[in-house]
């Protein structure tokens, strides 16, 4: 059996649309499914880690964007893993009804219905929800990494952790995510208020200096304005961030852009979207397995508290003064 976890909001309601034609498919061909809808995030993620613990559950399915795909890994993480893992980071300690934390997850999969679909563009799923359906349908399992995010907390040590599919980051692409939020058509008009919101975060945006620990050594840099530690190759609806990414090779790509001027920063920016910006001198790529990334911000006199730095996962909002990322090899099966 199939469960579809679906988004009702994902891609300005275009995801129901999509549910509307891929039910019908569905009911075509007899094939058993359960449809999972939740009335808020906590809602949705509570069904999800239910149907992670029930042996019926086949594949686990999202109907969405790049942020519902990572509330389902979150909720499978978390059942089967470590207990719980919701996507504001709190624990409730007990596993969902009926899960069996030494059984088989459910594997993961995805009907493309958001905004960005980056890991849909990853893995070349449709867009039309037939020929989505038909690839779920046929596709093998792969097993692929999944990213471990903890923010740590002065003076509590490191919160619970979350998990996340495609990638994580902190700065400019967070401050873009603030920006959009505060748009009032962006539901109606995504790419105007994408591009709109691009605009305002680059013309605000403060750059931080940033340490990050690697295990052979440490980077440094005075002034960030991109940070982000990515499993998949895009990132913000067709950016080639990290060009050499790859879903199972055990390790994230390591993107820094700093050193670099606000309008050179305008002027380098096209480049990514032909991953280009990779031989940029103000860009620093790594390959690693797990880092330690501390933020500060420059001095504003004595005394003055360091502010948290805006993060995201998968699209997912978060704030932080320093997060340990690591991978977790071929930790979930995905169908694609």
Known sequence: MFAFLLNPTAGAGRSVRIWRRLEAALKRRGIPYELLVGRDARGAFDLAREAAGDRRVEALVAVGGDGTLSLVLNAVMGARTEGAANPAAVQTGTPPPGADPNGPAPALALIPAGSGNDVARTFGIPRHPERALERLLAAPERAIDVGRLRIMTPGSGPEAPVYFFGFTGAGIDAAVIDAVEALAFKKRFQRIAYALGVVKAWSTFRTFPVTI???????????????????????????????????????????????????????????????????????????????????GERPRGAGAARRPVGLQRDGEREEGLSVAVDVLPKAIRFRA
């Open 213 to 295: 620990e690697l295990e052979d050594g440490r980077l440094r840099f005075d002034d960030a304005w991109l940070i982000v530690l990515a499993n998949i190759p895009f990132l913000g609806g067709g950016m080639h961030i990290a060009p050499g990414a790859e879903v199972a090779d055990g390790a994230f790509d390591l993107v820094v852009v700093s050193g670099i001027g606000r309008f050179g920063f305008l002027r380098a920016f096209p480049l990514v979207f032909r991953g280009r910006h990779i031989r940029h001198p103000a860009v620093t790529v790594r390959r690693v397995q797990k880092a330690v990334v501390t933020f």
